[in-house]
């Protein structure tokens, strides 16, 4: 059976996800990990270690940006073939590209905590928003200068708007 290996970083933590040959996820830092309900293309519940979670993911540049249980994080996805290749490059071999920030649901704009020019950091708070009754702050995934910002507090965004821009 081949089974392939790609390392995940949610926030600072890095996990190794291992998918097998149907493409189906065998395991989650060696924790057993299924499935459970597919809500639509963007949003399940998945059960790892016998913990339940419900996820909301919309794919980005970089990786996903995701809600877990009302909590916003940035996931990136590196195979383990692109990981042993950025590492022979380095960070030099990089190619610098740009994030588009997308709403991960229908929410309210409770607060714009950057402005254009401003520089982040991974893990840097961007924006909030709500949804449900509940805030969500979405993180930055990785180092850059934010180059546009597409929304203002109050303003109302559906699932996929383009929220802000980080090269």
Do not use: W
């Not at 291992?18 to 459970?36: H, L, P, T």
């Not at 692109?82 to 994030?99: N, T």
């Not at 920030?101 to 402005?115: H, K």
């Amino acid at each position: 059976m081949t089974m392939a290996t790609y390392t995940v970083t949610v926030d600072a933590r890095t996990i190794v996800v291992r998918v097998g040959n149907e493409g189906e996820i065998e395991s989650v830092d060696g924790k057993g990990f299924a499935a459970v309900d597919a809500i639509d293309g963007y949003s399940f519940f998945v059960l790892v270690d016998q913990t339940p979670f419900c996820v909301c993911a919309m794919p980005v540049d970089t990786g996903y940006q995701a809600v877990i249980d009302g909590r916003h994080i940035v996931v990136t996805v590196e195979s383990e073939r692109a990981r042993l290749l950025r590492k022979q490059l380095g960070e030099s071999g990089q190619v610098s590209h740009r994030d588009e920030i997308r709403a991960p649901m229908p929410a309210l704009v409770v607060r714009v905590e950057v402005e254009p020019g401003d520089q982040v950091s991974p893990g840097q708070g961007l924006l909030v928003l709500e949804a449900m009754k509940m805030e969500n702050e979405v993180k930055s995934s990785r180092r850059g200068i934010v180059k546009e910002i597409h929304v203002a507090a109050g303003a109302t965004v559906e699932k996929g708007e383009l929220l802000l821009v980080i090269e």
